[in-house]
């Protein structure tokens, strides 16, 4: 595992991440930014293009992943079974075909399988960031601590 992923010294935090695709990607910038308070004290990551505008945005250092179609949306699934990731923000486009449709799938089926929430628009991204839970890193934990996907509960 590569020692930029490791988890930071002290205070827990939230660990989400970030995807958007092509059209979605202004949408996404302009969320960071009016949401950068509370994303600035989030350990992020986040795939490449989408990771480079969020960094630029949030003015603090983020874990970049591979460009979703070249892997980082099956890294963030991977993140997700590891139990690494507390919330994911996606803005995906449903209209226009994506080469890696098979990862985006997998990456959202994982979240529904391991209980992750996951908002795929502004307003659901709105809503979610706005929840006491979103911050209660006990909350987080307490789900983790049942290390078992959510239909085996």
Same mark, same amino acid.
């Given at each position: 595992?590569?020692?930029?992923?490791?988890e930071?010294?002290?205070?827990?935090?939230?660990?989400v991440?970030?995807?958007?695709?092509?059209?979605?990607?202004? &949408?996404?910038?302009?969320?960071?930014?009016?949401?950068?308070?509370?994303? #600035? %004290?989030?350990?992020?990551?986040?795939?490449?293009?989408t990771g480079?505008?969020?960094?630029?945005?949030?003015?603090?250092?983020?874990?970049?992943?591979?460009?979703?179609?070249?892997?980082?949306? #099956?890294?963030?699934?991977?993140?997700?079974?590891? %139990?690494?990731? @507390?919330?994911?923000?996606?803005?995906? @486009?449903? +209209?226009?075909?994506?080469?890696? @449709?098979v @990862?985006?799938?997998? +990456?959202? %089926?994982? #979240?529904? +399988?391991?209980?992750? =929430?996951?908002?795929?628009?502004?307003s659901?991204?709105?809503?979610?960031?706005?929840?006491?839970?979103?911050?209660?890193?006990?909350?987080? &934990?307490?789900? &983790?601590s049942?290390? %078992? =996907?959510?239909?085996?509960?």
């Amino acid at each position: 595992m590569s020692k930029h992923w490791q988890e930071a010294p002290g205070e827990p935090r939230p660990r989400v991440a970030l995807i958007a695709h092509d059209a979605r990607k202004e &949408e996404m910038a302009q969320w960071v930014a009016f949401n950068r308070g509370t994303l #600035a %004290r989030c350990t992020v990551f986040a795939t490449a293009t989408t990771g480079a505008i969020v960094e630029q945005r949030l003015g603090v250092p983020i874990h970049k992943l591979l460009s979703g179609p070249l892997g980082g949306d #099956a890294q963030t699934g991977a993140l997700i079974a590891e %139990r690494r990731i @507390d919330v994911v923000f996606f803005f995906w @486009d449903p +209209l226009t075909p994506q080469p890696h @449709d098979v @990862d985006v799938k997998a +990456l959202l %089926r994982l #979240a529904v +399988l391991y209980d992750v =929430p996951i908002a795929c628009n502004r307003s659901s991204a709105d809503l979610l960031i706005s929840s006491p839970l979103f911050a209660d890193v006990a909350y987080h &934990e307490a789900k &983790e601590s049942g290390a %078992r =996907p959510a239909q085996e509960r």
